[in-house]
T-cell receptor
Framework: DTGVSQNPRHKITKRGQNVTFRCDPI?????LYWYRQTLGQGPEFLTY????????KSRLLSDRFSAERPKGSFSTLEIQRTEQGDSAMYLC???????????FGSGTRLTVV | SQQGEEDPQALSIQEGENATMNCSYK?????LQWYRQNSGRGLVHLIL?????REKHSGRLRVTLDTSKKSSSLLITASRAADTASYFC??????????FGTGTRLQVFP
């Protein structure tokens, strides 16, 4: 139990379909972060929330991506019209602040075929 | 984008040996953190070193930081097969987010 639950663990989808991932914090943290990790690389920042406010979005987050955190608790990340290049591990992390370190979920591995 | 690079990209050692991995970064930092990732899993926070610290220990882990060279090293002493994982450095700077390096894949053989 990492303190962060991500669902689903694995998702295989056909190119062009929409997918949605969910991140459920088990404990209370102000900040919730989404990262993407491709094989052999480190996690790359996508976006983060402070409570329900989305404070920063990476240029990696094209207009096909949208993230929400209603009520400042769980968060969803949606990818519309998926492309093969979207295949990656999507990681959710919680923090009081980045300077104190993150608690990561186990991630959702997306495969676009 | 990645903050910097880690070196080596991959490291194979025998149990009982020490493992050293290095991290370089590009911008000024508040602190530098090391994380571990087992295959296909999320990352686990290992240790944090502040920009005004030069060395820190935690169990079998020793971290050094040289802000003049913008580099850090992680030493794992007396390695075990269970230490097999990927290790990432991450920097915390002005922006409230971590920027991760490219990682070192460590294989420890029994």
């Amino acid at each position: 139990d990492t303190g962060v639950s991500q669902n689903p663990r694995h998702k295989i989808t056909k190119r062009g379909q929409n997918v949605t991932f969910r991140c459920d914090p088990i404990s209370e943290h102000n900040r919730l972060y989404w990262y993407r990790q491709t094989l052999g690389q480190g996690p790359e920042f996508l976006t983060y929330f402070q409570n329900e406010a989305q404070l920063e979005k990476s240029r990696l987050l094209s207009d096909r991506f949208s993230a929400e955190r209603p009520k400042g608790s769980f968060s969803t990340l949606e990818i519309q019209r998926t492309e093969q290049g979207d295949s990656a591990m999507y990681l959710c992390a919680l923090a009081l602040s980045a300077i104190y370190g993150y608690t990561f979920g186990s991630g959702t591995r997306l495969t676009v075929v | 984008s990645q903050q910097g690079e880690e070196d080596p990209q991959a490291l194979s050692i025998q149990e009982g040996e020490n493992a050293t991995m290095n991290c370089s970064y590009k911008t000024s930092i508040n602190n530098l953190q090391w994380y571990r990732q087992n295959s296909g899993r999320g990352l686990v926070h290992l240790i944090l070193i502040r920009s005004n610290e030069r060395e820190k220990h935690s169990g079998r882990l020793r971290v050094t930081l040289d802000t003049s060279k913008k580099s850090s090293s992680l030493l794992i002493t007396a390695s075990r097969a269970a230490d097999t994982a990927s290790y990432f450095c991450a920097t915390a700077g002005v922006a409230d987010k971590l920027i991760f390096g490219t990682g070192t894949r460590l294989q420890v053989f029994p």
